[in-house]
């Protein structure tokens, strides 16, 4: 009897071992691809790769060579929870912890925004506007208004060898978030961080003054995409009822700031290139242009100190 009963359980156990799914990871990236696609997220394939390779610690090389091999249950379970985080639309960068920006990594806390594609535009701008090429051999002071994550400011003393680079920001952990990408990306001997209301804290004699400030309009912050408008820090969103409170406090320092003939290099969100270069005309500064990014929006302005 107890060996029929032995062979029944043995039976048993077999069937189910067969009638067991066995998922891939090429079948979780199929299945969070579509859950993400149906959930109507932007890039439903990249977010799928990302996640299931941060889950996984597997690079996009390691997830191809190893698409067919079966995820162990502790495995599941972990992309299973990344990927209920991204239909919450929380955003692929924040669930990583980091972001790549102008080629380098940058960790993104809870107090910073995520760096974005189109703030690459300033450092363009800005590189064009000190001359790159002797820009690089000069030693130059530079502002970044408002730092955050560090990205402007660090992204500049990548590209500058000889530059120290001065970063405010009101907002404490934010600056020991900026300051901690300094320290990874090998840049904290030339990196400073200031808390300050913009360049209240600061003296003069800047060769280049850059800040990405908030500008969206009070009243349209509710109307922002989840990713930005339920992640994003408000205080780094809020630019007042008519988007422009923060440009009115830059320009107000801008003049004392800058050296001479030094310029200002400010985002600007959609249609606010003329009312922030009006602004800047009238405490004094030339406006010497304005940078698209590569979407053709009207990103960068560009001016200059007269004095």
Same mark, same amino acid.
């Given at each position: 009897? *107890?060996?029929?009963?032995?062979?029944?359980?043995?039976? *048993?156990?077999?069937?189910?071992?067969?009638?067991?799914?066995?998922?891939?990871?090429?079948?979780?990236?199929?299945?969070?691809?579509?859950?993400?696609?149906?959930?109507?997220?932007?890039?439903?394939?990249?977010?799928?790769?990302?996640?299931?390779?941060?889950?996984?610690?597997?690079?996009?090389?390691?997830?191809?060579?190893?698409?067919?091999?079966?995820?162990?249950?502790?495995?599941?379970?972990?992309?299973?929870?990344?990927?209920?985080?991204?239909?919450?639309?929380?955003?692929?960068?924040?669930?990583?912890?980091?972001?790549?920006?102008?080629?380098?990594?940058?960790?993104?806390t809870p107090s910073v925004l995520v760096p974005r594609p189109e703030s690459e535009t300033l450092i363009e701008?800005?590189?064009?506007?000190?001359?790159?090429?002797?820009?690089? *051999? *000069?030693?130059?002071?530079?502002?970044?208004?408002?730092?955050?994550?560090?990205?402007?400011?660090?992204?500049?003393?990548?590209?500058?060898?000889?530059?120290?680079?001065?970063?405010?920001?009101?907002?404490?952990?934010?600056?020991?978030?900026?300051?901690?990408?300094?320290?990874?990306?090998g840049l904290a001997a030339r990196a400073q961080f200031v808390a300050s209301d913009f360049g209240t804290a600061l003296a003069g004699g800047f060769?280049?003054?850059?800040?990405?400030?908030?500008?969206?309009?009070?009243?349209?912050?509710?109307?922002?995409?989840?990713?930005?408008?339920?992640?994003?820090?408000?205080?780094?969103?809020?630019?007042?009822?008519?988007?422009?409170?923060?440009?009115?406090?830059?320009?107000?320092?801008?003049?004392?700031?800058?050296?001479?003939?030094?310029?200002?290099?400010?985002?600007?969100?959609?249609?606010?290139?003329?009312?922030?270069?009006?602004?800047?005309?009238?405490?004094?500064?030339?406006?010497?242009?304005?940078?698209?990014?590569?979407?053709?929006?009207?990103?960068?302005?560009?001016?200059?100190?007269?004095?």
């Open positions: 009897m *107890r060996s029929c009963l032995q062979h029944r359980n043995d039976e *048993r156990a077999a069937s189910s071992r067969s009638c067991r799914v066995v998922t891939t990871i090429a079948a979780m990236r199929r299945r969070l691809s579509d859950a993400f696609r149906a959930a109507e997220l932007d890039a439903p394939g990249l977010d799928a790769r990302l996640l299931i390779g941060h889950a996984l610690g597997l690079d996009h090389a390691g997830l191809a060579s190893g698409a067919e091999r079966a995820l162990v249950p502790a495995e599941i379970e972990r992309i299973e929870a990344l990927a209920a985080r991204r239909l919450s639309r929380e955003p692929v960068a924040r669930i990583l912890g980091t972001k790549e920006f102008w080629g380098l990594a940058f960790a993104v701008a800005a590189l064009a506007a000190l001359g790159a090429n002797a820009s690089r *051999r *000069r030693s130059l002071r530079i502002a970044d208004l408002g730092t955050g994550s560090g990205a402007l400011l660090l992204a500049l003393l990548s590209e500058l060898p000889h530059a120290y680079g001065v970063g405010t920001d009101r907002d404490i952990s934010a600056l020991m978030t900026a300051r901690d990408n300094a320290g990874r990306l060769d280049l003054v850059i800040a990405n400030p908030p500008y969206v309009r009070t009243e349209d912050i509710e109307r922002l995409a989840p990713e930005v408008r339920e992640f994003d820090p408000r205080c780094a969103l809020d630019g007042g009822p008519d988007g422009l409170a923060s440009y009115r406090a830059i320009a107000g320092d801008s003049v004392r700031l800058l050296a001479r003939s030094a310029p200002l290099v400010v985002e600007v969100g959609a249609g606010q290139a003329r009312a922030v270069g009006e602004l800047l005309q009238y405490v004094g500064l030339a406006v010497e242009t304005v940078a698209n990014d590569l979407a053709g929006t009207a990103r960068a302005v560009v001016a200059r100190n007269r004095v």
